[in-house]
């Protein structure tokens, strides 16, 4: 009989099909399945494996896993990132670094930050603009520049620079896209970096534009238009270059937070469920095959009957201590209707705060409540945070490996 490569096995589970082995992700997509670099460094040691981090994420201090831990872990995919995936530095050369802890990884290239008055660490833009400070004492980078903050006029948004895909990226995608599916066997999650909801509060900031959804709708949906304008056009480009290669396309859009959703459900479908439509029903009738990933951190249940309608196959990351995301209600309520990829254990509590048992504990646990019936691709339900061990990151994984046979 013919073994079951990496790629048909998530791909059975994306059929809602029980396959050999519940599939498995780290670091396939930048949102939520990744590691922090310091852990990472950590890990290596831990199992005798020599090397440093390659940090391919710099705002959120993230490295890309090599070889010798996808098969440690049993990973079954593999991320195809964009060339520019944090902070705008490319990630086609490298240099050496260091990290807060004291030690080496390798960086982009282009990654120059430089000492403000404060201590901090900041990035210029090509315009000599700071977009994003990395504090005293912080792990990460948070972006500060809002292009539209105080814009009042169409006029503003008009001269707004949207989201495009440059013919060097686009060549870098093609050539990246066919060696992953040429030479590995994984599943490819192509990280498209496309947000709605995320993307206004990226360009107007958190609060101007919470507010603007209801004082000046007119506004948010002439940018919203544009936006997904640009969006279209983009994953064409996207599609012509990957998309004989890619199987799952993800998308993000964080619309929970930890007890309730950030917006209510009658916003999202008056306001940002129609662009969503439109943008994952193009990938659709590009390819029919796709399979569109929505990453949506925090209690998004009462969201995921329009999210389905939206046409989202795939939900992550399943945060387990978020309210209403209990596991076997989601699993018996949707589970036949989208794939949940994520949950396995949780980085706000278990895998950060609890005993090696309480974490093999929650993995057996979440192996038999989402595995069941395919539907399921099993992660941690958050990246892997600096003060997590090695030790207890190994109990996850001997214990997924233990335990994901159907």
Known sequence: MTAITSRQRVLMALRHEEADLVPVDLGGTRSSTGISAIVYNQLLQYLGYKGKARVFDVKQLLAEPDERIRRFWGCDVIGLHRLRPSLGLAITSWKDGSLMDGSSCEVPADFNPVLLADGSEGIRNADGIITAVRPQGSYYFEEIYHPLKGATSYSDIDQHEFPFLSAEEENYLANKARELYEQTDYAI??????????????????EDFLIRIYSDRELVLYYLEKLTSAYLKFLEGYLNAVGKYVQIFAFHDDLGMQNNTIISPTIYREVFKPYHQRLFHFVKEKKSDAYIFLHSCGSVYDLIPDLIEAGVDILNPVQLSAAKMDP?????????????????????????????????????????????????????????????SAEKIVAMVNAVQRNRSY
């Open 189 to 206: 999650l192509g990280n498209t970096a496309v947000s709605i909801f995320e993307k206004g509060i990226k360009d107007f900031g958190y």
């Open 328 to 388: 076997a209600n989601l699993k018996k309520e949707y589970g036949r209707h989208i794939t949940f990829w994520g949950g396995g254990c949780s980085t706000q509590t278990t895998l950060t705060f609890g005993s090696i048992a309480d974490v093999e504990k929650e993995v057996v646990t979440m192996l038999r409540i989402f595995g069941r019936g395919g539907g399921y691709i099993f992660a941690q339900d958050h990246n892997i945070q600096p003060g997590v």
